[in-house]
């Protein structure tokens, strides 16, 4: 097995577990808004998943980078790019996360987090439809 398909098949399952992350972030803010959570236990069980989702993201892009597969570093970079943007422009907190139980109320933070929710989980599911057919690809050639 080529070192082409293992990083395919690697991001095939972390592509995976991202979105049911995002699914979580979905669901959870669908909770919010609709008063089945208060915000304190919104930012409780979303804040500490924000940086492994960022680090495994950019795990995937810097494997693909070490790979050679350049098509997929291009792919992944306005994600990652996005990723670094947002944690840097994060509220200011004393735990890591992006999250803040006094902001994500607002109406209109509520339907940021909610539309990039949704942007995210149509990224991670185009990408795992393009890992599995370039597993594929690399496994057939």
């Not at 080529?2 to 995976?16: D, N, R, Y």
């Not at 089945?36 to 993201?57: F, G, I, M, Q, T």
């Not at 999250?99 to 933070?109: G, I």
């Given at each position: ?77 306005p994600l990652l790019a996005y990723h670094v943007h947002r944690y ?18 607002n109406a209109s933070e509520m339907w940021r987090c909610q539309k ?26």
């Amino acid at each position: 097995m080529s070192f082409e398909v293992f990083a395919f098949i690697v991001a095939i399952l972390i592509s995976i577990a991202l979105i049911f992350l995002v699914i979580w972030n979905i669901i959870a803010f669908d909770d919010l808004k609709t008063d089945y959570k208060n915000p304190v236990d919104l930012c409780n069980s979303l804040n500490p998943l924000v940086l492994p989702e960022y680090l495994v993201h950019g795990g995937i892009t810097l494997l693909f980078l070490f790979g050679g597969q350049w098509s997929a570093v291009v792919f992944n970079i306005p994600l990652l790019a996005y990723h670094v943007h947002r944690y840097i422009n994060r509220p200011m907190m004393s735990s890591a996360g992006l999250y803040d139980p006094t902001e994500v109320m607002n109406a209109s933070e509520m339907w940021r987090c909610q539309k990039e929710g949704w942007i995210k989980l149509a990224f991670y599911l185009i990408s795992f439809f393009y890992y599995l057919y370039r597993m594929m690809y690399a496994l057939l050639v």
